[in-house]
């Protein structure tokens, strides 16, 4: 069974975390959620809180097919500067782990530190501005190697729809998922 790593930072976009958890749970895909704070409570970015299934430094050394980043300001910012997320992250790109942010995370998380190495990626609003490793293209959803990345909330079916079928191997199941929720993917 595939293995995702939901990161959530205080301050993550509520919406980008729970869709795409919901979606790659439905294709029985084993996602946890981890907390890049101390306590398994993390709050979002519209003040929700939630409990993680564990922290990241419980998880720390475990390794995951793929990673996903949700967006949210002060979520990706969080990310961005905390050395064990981003010690995380680079170790999964660097065995070829699926990496996959969403939002701002593309931009901030990755592109703020250097995690890019020059691939295509999208981002939400006008963030790829202040990137110098990637090459932003302005798309739903961006594939570019084991970078998954999309463009926000508004895209977030597609981009969950994107990694589990990328886990899978095939679009087959998440083609029939996306119809059986009547979205058109």
């Known amino acids: 069974m595939k293995t995702v790593a939901v990161l959530l930072a205080p301050g993550f976009e509520e919406g980008e975390a729970i869709v795409t958890i919901d979606i790659l749970r439905r294709l029985k895909i084993n996602v946890q959620t981890l907390s890049c704070v101390d306590t398994r409570t993390v709050v979002s970015y519209h003040d929700i809180p939630m409990v993680a299934d564990a922290t990241l430094s419980e998880s720390f050394d475990t390794t995951f097919d793929a990673i996903v980043l949700p967006g949210g300001p002060e979520g990706s910012i969080f990310m961005a500067n905390s050395k064990s997320v981003i010690a995380f992250v680079q170790?999964?790109?660097?065995?070829?782990?699926?990496?996959?942010?969403i939002c701002s995370a593309a931009a901030r998380v990755l592109g703020g530190n250097g995690l890019l190495k020059g691939r295509r990626y999208v981002c939400s609003g006008d963030l790829w501005q202040q990137?110098?490793?990637?090459?932003?293209?302005?798309?739903?959803?961006?594939?570019?190697?084991?970078?998954?990345?999309?463009?926000?909330?508004?895209?977030?079916?597609?981009?969950?729809?994107t990694i589990a079928a990328r886990l899978e191997g095939n679009d087959a199941s998440a083609r029939e998922h996306a119809e059986h929720i009547y979205y058109r993917w």
């Open 131 to 161: 990137v110098t490793d990637g090459v932003y293209v302005d798309a739903d959803v961006v594939e570019d190697g084991n970078l998954i990345s999309g463009k926000g909330l508004g895209r977030v079916f597609d981009f969950a729809l």
């Open 91 to 101: 170790r999964h790109d660097e065995a070829g782990k699926f990496i996959c942010p």
